[in-house]
């Protein structure tokens, strides 16, 4: 946790006075992602620790320590934003982790659109797994392989070594098995094409927040000017070439876009002189606004900015069909479909489940849902020891309206059949607990009492003299659950989910003698911890030529010169490392001086 | 040429006292490459230059200028070595220039095998060909295409567009034709198997001194350790996959051993701790000697050090054979067959000539010979206006004796049917301009007057009085041509031609008018410019371990930590441009505080 040092402390402070995150607590969005800056809800506690590389142990590989076999064994699946959260933040000796993922690297996934452009290196914004695995003093192992296939039966996970296209002929592609006690799956997911015909090849790029992808695009943008500056060729095949299409408005394809805007205007001016004025970089986005999830003012500065910046924004408009040369789409509510010769497109929209969650859903009963769904506490419904988090996971709240009748009975404690504001503040605070979906509805209402809402109900009759019946129980719980809805499948998610999960691991022992979770309506006892909340810290979006638009919390909105430099210290800051952070400032110094590099590797 | 703004004012010094160069003047070598830190035959006159990208008119897309129709047209094929060292020194405005290569950058070679244990990145010893354009105030413009067939009767040179791997899906594979004045041809030269079974596929990597190999190989090593950190293995077959075999004890090979037990011993320490002990690193050379161009001293401390690190040096051997799991080697002398499981085999062995000059050589009725054969000048023989320097040329060296009796009836200026000392003075001038052959035998026998030589094979009898028949003559000259050696395909000697070249095309027609060269023996005048002539510069081999063997020019050999700075300051004096010095010096700095990069991009 040294990374996180500096503003680790500031994180500390905001845990400590969470009322102060109004004012200044940020957090930043890119590539579809959210991440926390300040890690309110990570325990700093092991901030001196030295590194113990020595007192590593693989137990798969060598059984040094006879103590590992009475460790319980933690398999974590995938080495993005949450597994590796959970990791960083897992201290508690008692278990022995094991990491298994096809990429031996943690991707600070928010920069990642500015490698496709040459702002940033991509070896600067990686973090090899097991420079984070020796800086642990836990029992940790990584393993470089896929996870094909889940035994929750017999508490097994089944790998194949990975990256077939290198080889180094010998036990290619042959299967083994890991056991666990305990299984955290935090793969992320994939690119959601949704069937559209011809986007699998074709100069189609996805952009699946994977390091690969941004050299490619980078590759590719490269290449695309050379191609257009050959000798042999028409105004018109020119234009083609260097007709870049964005599918999809989001943070991403919006972030793209500006780093290709800069990227034509400084340095394809100096480098391809003759074809700059060919180039059009084109947004196509199936809603009424680009970014739509940002505030009303973001959105509106951020299209005035692409109108003075010459990006034809698209709105309202649905990719049908990409073929070798063209790119069609529909505009909403119409018939007529419209043609574009392309020479590259950028596809960046929505997510789907990788192949294993399918497969393992399909086994456990849940092959209809879009992710893998997890209680409160993140355990995947349906099994023992099994936990999901970040993009391939999905909370299926408990409704408060389900429980109803057995929160009224324990409410009802001199069983009047009706709530006294005494009964019912009592047991709201045990609801408030239980149901995130309340304090986001009391907050949506600005209330910090719930019986306001009763007294605004009942025409704000004398709050004390309140008197509630079941039917008006629940017809006041019964619009909460309005305010249900699923987390956004970003990293801020992932990230906090991860820390929480750690956080609950290290006082598994504790919990289960004293928990200290909310009490359980529907059966007896307290849950052992508090359920996963999320909290929203604000969001960034890049938009190109030093311009960011910074979305806080507390309906702060801030645009312009001052949110870029928020946003680059904001990021140096949330490196995983001191290396990564030396390594991303340079790269931002490197551009400045230098200019993006246009070599094609 | 302000990126040898330093330097080249030392390298000026020793052009304007070239006697000093035997003191200090030293070079580099590594990957099989000598380049020349000291630019002794490079002009750096237009050091003040500042960059006029404004200026430059890409001919081939936009006749801006209309002068350009009248200017001379040089295509160069090749950024490497010597095409961008004829680039940066060409500075005669007559000339209109188009390079053409797949390759949109130059790589400095002699830092590669750096790069694939991670010590310098790939990015950071790479300068984009579209940079050092912009800043020529010459006509110069740059195609990314591969010429693949050349016909000299109509001055054309066709291409096709390059790297289909990455498609824009547009005229793919076309060919278009170029035609040029002049065709300067410096495409390099591709790894010579020797025929070896199975040497292609199998896990071996060429080392063909482009970037994307050292990437590969980066990749590959990092890949190594994790396979052989998975759990499903015997230690049989973890030993198999970290069984690194290096073929080849030349530079490159030497240095890639080197840098492989440095990762080893600092880094895979750290990291893969289970697996450190099972690293084994063979190099397998034909000879009696690794590093057997350098100087006996040399040879004998690196085979003393790689003993120590525990390398396997396996002298005399030759491979046979490679299957899917092991190596087979022979003896010299012997015919039993050793083999050995590998993991990795890296080739790093000889040159052979790419596909275009092989069908190019066939075509001008060159098909028996090795490379493109030029003459001193390094015009390719029988064509006009074409030619070759760098790996992909060997100048054909004309005897002296083939000229004997032209040289002596020249000499005989009496008509006496023998020669005086002075005469024989005077025609010596002309024959050591003319053949470069003579100069390096009179540096073998330590003599500055050729009379000298005479005077010993004649029992030292008075200098003057000696009086030489034709066939004394004959006898005497006749030892001269076993100095004649091949040029090797080192960096230093294609840095060298093409700085020669450039200076050549500048004084064109200077030349034309006074010829400067020596005086044409089987005809009459002048030949326009001196000959070619190779000033080695000595030789760097870094071993590991921050340890490095110079070998300097009049026999000093430096062994130890103070040739590793030397190496690290010369090596940071000679990149192309302070953006890739500062890159280059970035990364030892990160690599001192941070170790090698470990994650698998």
Known sequence: ????????????????????????????????????????????????????????????????????????????????????????NLKNPMYEVEVVSPRNFFVFTPLLPSVTCGKVEARSIVEPIRNIIRKKNIDASYCEAECIRIDPANKKIYCRTARTAINTNSKQGEEFAIGYDYLIIAVGAQVNTFNTPGVEGNSSWFFEQEIEDA???????????????????????????????????????????????????????KLYPTVQHLVKITVIEATDHILNMFDK????????????????????????????????????????????????????????????????????????????????????????????????????????????????????????????????????????????????????????????????????????????????FKSALSVVDSKMKNLPATAQVANQQGAYLAKCFNRMEECEKNPEGPPRFRGTGRHRFQPFRYRHLGQFAPLGGEKTAAQLPGDWVSIGHSSQWLWYSIYASKQVSWRTRALVVSDWIRRFIFGRDASGI
């Not at 946790?1 to 503003?7: C, E, P, T």
């Not at 191609?227 to 919006?254: C, D, M, Q, W, Y």
């Not at 209402?445 to 008197?467: M, S, W, Y």
Request: proline share 2%; charged share 30%; net charge positive.
């Open 215 to 269: 050299q490619k695009i980078r590759r590719n943008v490269i290449e695309s000017f050379e191609k257009a500056s050959l000798p042999n060729l028409s105004e018109e095949e020119r234009k083609k070439i260097l007709h870049f299409v964005v599918v999809g408005g989001g943070p991403t394809g919006v972030e793209f876009s500006g780093e290709l805007r800069d990227f034509v205007n400084q340095d394809v001016l």
């Open 297 to 472: 003012r973001i959105t509106t500065f951020a299209e005035g900015k692409f109108l003075r910046d010459d990006i034809d924004v698209k709105l309202g408009s649905m990719v049908t069909k990409i073929s070798e040369n063209e790119i069609s789409t529909r505009a909403k509510g119409s018939d007529k479909t419209t043609s574009t010769p392309y020479g590259m497109v950028l596809w960046s929209t929505g997510i789907g489940s990788r192949p294993l969650i399918r497969e393992f859903m399909k086994q456990i009963g849940q092959g209809n849902r879009r992710a893998l769904a997890t209680d409160e506490w993140l355990r995947v419904e349906g099994c023992d020891n099994i936990y999901a988090l970040g993009d391939c996971a999905t909370i299926n709240q408990r409704k408060v309206v389900e429980d109803i009748a057995e929160i009224f009975k324990r409410a009802d404690k001199d069983n009047s059949g009706t709530l006294r504001v005494k009964e019912f503040r009592e047991i709201m605070k045990d609801v408030i607990a239980r149901y995130p979906q309340v304090k986001l509805y009391m907050q949506s209402k600005r209330v910090r009492d719930f019986v306001d809402i009763l007294t605004e109900a009942k025409g704000n009759a004398a709050k004390e003299k309140i008197e509630l019946s079941i039917e008006e």
């Open 1 to 88: 946790m040294r990374s996180f040092n500096f503003f680790g402390r500031f994180a500390s402070a905001f845990h400590d006075y969470p009322s102060l995150s109004k004012i200044i607590v940020v957090s930043t969005v890119s590539g579809g992602s959210l991440i926390a800056y300040a890690e309110a809800s990570t325990n700093n506690g092991n901030r001196g620790h030295v590194s113990h590389a020595d007192a590593i142990t693989s137990n798969s590989i060598a059984h040094a320590d006879a103590n590992t076999s009475k460790k319980k064994k933690v398999v974590v699946l995938g080495t993005g934003w949450a597994g590796i959260s959970f990791l960083k």
